[in-house]
C-alpha cells in the first residue's frame, strides 16, 4: 500500500484469493496474533477487510508462557478464535494439543534474533559467535523477551555458550504486548545495555538503535505461521485470510517489517 502499484499488485491477487471462497459471506474473523507478525498484519488487515468484505477481530498475546495474555492461555481456557498467527514451534505444540489444525498451518515468514542498544550509545561486535559471546560478558544488562526469542537465549543459547551463570543474573525478562512493551523500548529508557528479540519487534522503536541479527549459527530458525483453531466458525474465510498473508505480492510489506519470506 505504500505506491499504486503495490495496492493494485494486492487488490488482484486478493481477488484471486477471493474467488477460491466465492461461496462464503462476509463474516467476523477472530484473529489471535504474536508481536513479531502483527506489523505486516496491520498493514496488511485493512487491505484484506477491504477487499473480502471480512472484519478482522484481532487479539493480541504471545506465542507462548503462561501469562492470561498468552496465546496457549487463551485457547487453552476456551476462548474463541478461527485463526492464530504466532510463532511456527508454538502452533505445532497447539495442534499437538488438539487446540489447532494439523492441517491447516501455513508458514508465513521467516525471522532472526538481533540486538538493540540505546540511541546514540556504541554498538558491540556481534558479527561471530566468539565476538557475541564477549559482548554478552561485557554488558552490565540485558533484556530480552518472555516469549520465543526469550526463552531460546535463557534456556538454550546461554547455556550453549558456557556462560549461563555469568549472563542470567544480569539478564531481565520482558512482558510484551498487549499489557506489555517491546525489549526495545526498556533500553530506550536505559534500564537495559542491550536487548534482544526477534528482529521484527525491534524495528522503528525510538529511542534505539538497531546493531544487527546474532550470528547465523546461533539463529533458532524461527518462522511465523497460522492455523486455523478446532473450534473455527468462520473457516473459509480465515483461509482466505492465510492465503492472502501468504501471497508473493505480500513478501515486500514482510521484508519492511524485519521479516523474510517463507520461502518455498
Do not use: W
Request: aromatic content about 6%.
Amino acid at each position: 500500500m505504500k505506491t499504486r502499484s503495490f495496492a493494485r499488485l494486492l487488490f488482484i491477487v486478493g481477488a484471486a484469493i477471493l474467488l477460491m471462497t466465492a461461496g462464503a459471506s462476509a463474516a467476523d474473523v477472530r484473529v489471535m496474533i504474536s508481536a513479531g507478525f502483527y506489523g505486516v498484519y496491520s498493514e496488511l488487515g485493512p487491505a484484506f477487510e477491504r477487499i473480502s468484505g471480512h472484519r478482522l477481530v484481532t487479539t493480541r498475546g504471545p506465542s507462548m508462557g503462561d501469562s492470561p495474555e498468552s496465546i496457549p492461555t487463551r485457547l487453552a481456557h476456551g476462548e474463541a478464535a478461527d485463526v492464530v498467527i504466532l510463532d511456527g514451534g508454538a502452533a505445532d505444540k497447539l495442534a499437538s494439543a488438539g487446540l489447532l489444525r494439523a492441517d491447516s498451518k501455513v508458514t508465513l515468514a521467516r525471522s532472526l534474533i538481533g540486538m538493540v542498544v540505546r540511541a546514540g550509545a556504541p554498538k558491540p561486535d556481534i558479527g561471530s559467535v566468539e565476538a557475541f559471546k564477549a559482548t554478552l560478558l561485557a554488558a552490565k544488562s540485558i533484556a530480552c523477551s518472555d516469549s520465543g526469542s526469550g526463552t531460546y537465549l535463557t534456556t538454550q543459547l546461554f547455556a550453549k555458550l558456557g556462560i549461563a551463570e555469568e549472563v542470567l543474573p544480569k539478564n531481565r525478562r520482558v512482558r510484551g504486548p498487549p499489557s506489555g512493551e517491546p525489549v526495545a523500548a526498556v533500553v530506550a529508557r536505559g534500564e537495559a545495555e542491550i536487548g534482544f528479540q526477534q528482529v521484527s519487534e525491534l524495528m522503528n522503536v525510538a529511542g534505539t538503535d538497531y546493531v544487527g541479527a546474532i550470528p547465523a549459527e546461533l539463529q533458532p530458525g524461527f518462522t511465523f505461521a497460522g492455523s486455523l483453531t478446532r473450534s473455527a466458525e468462520n473457516a473459509d474465510a480465515a483461509t482466505a485470510l492465510l492465503r492472502f498473508l501468504n501471497s508473493p505480492e505480500a513478501d515486500a510489506v514482510k521484508v519492511r517489517a524485519g521479516l523474510m519470506p517463507a520461502g518455498p
